[in-house]
């Protein structure tokens, strides 16, 4: 129980790599704030599997990409807890299509949820992470197509690639204050959204795999608690979650 007493606020947690992320580090120990945005059956759900872990949940409906209702979100893990320690950003949505395609709304959208609600939640959590003056954690969830680019993905590898920009940055900010931050970047992970991919797509991706399937969200979370809980000498790294995907 490595995280007993620590509260970690995960989101985007209502399924997938979220769910997982929120399991685990409710597994150690830890409070979890859950967040979503849509489908309140399934996040009561991860409640009541973070609380069967043996760890104290909260559900908080807010769009992360609105910097005021992140600011809430975070008064109310003190007002329930007293405190933050973990902050996940892992909140993402797709809106893929070629650029010559693209609205600008795609664009849009995306930037905002996946990058900006990262800042934004960041920001928020930033002030009681300094008062508590004990550190802390910031992790956040980025992708391969950061480091690779992807087809049909210019505005989710765009932000994901921001994403990996702020993790380093910040991480240089707050490492004086012992605040650590990372990024995770998953490969090819069995969720929803690879679910509904054609399966020749799937199986053309997952050639390209050298481990040859799929990750888990179970394994994506993994690493996630890793550097929440040990990785105390780790910051402004990106961490890839991959099968060998991107090996060089």
Known sequence: MQLAGKVA????????????????????GA?????????????AETL???????????????DVADARSCEEMV????????????????????????LARMKQDEWQSVIDTNLTGAFNCSKAVL??????????????????VALSGSTGQANYAAAKAGLIGLTKSLARELASRQITVNAVAPGIIATDMTAVLPATLQESMLSRVPLGRAGT????????????????YITGQVITVDGGLLMV
């Open 9 to 28: 606020i995960v989101t985007g947690a209502s399924r997938g790599i979220g769910r997982a992320v929120a399991l685990g580090l409710a597994s150690r």
């Open 31 to 43: 409070a979890v704030v859950i967040n979503y945005v849509a489908g309140t059956a399934a996040a």
């Open 48 to 62: 009541a599997a973070v609380e069967n872990a043996c760890g104290r949940g909260l559900l908080f409906q807010a």
């Open 75 to 98: 008064s109310a893990a003190l007002d329930n807890f007293g405190r933050i320690d973990i902050l996940v950003n892992n909140a993402g949505i797709t809106r893929d299509n070629i």
């Open 127 to 144: 002030r009681p992470l300094l008062r508590q003056k004990t550190g802390g954690r910031i992790i956040n969830i980025s992708s391969v």
């Open 217 to 232: 969200a179970e394994e994506v979370a993994e690493t996630v608690v890793f550097l929440a809980t040990a990785g105390t």
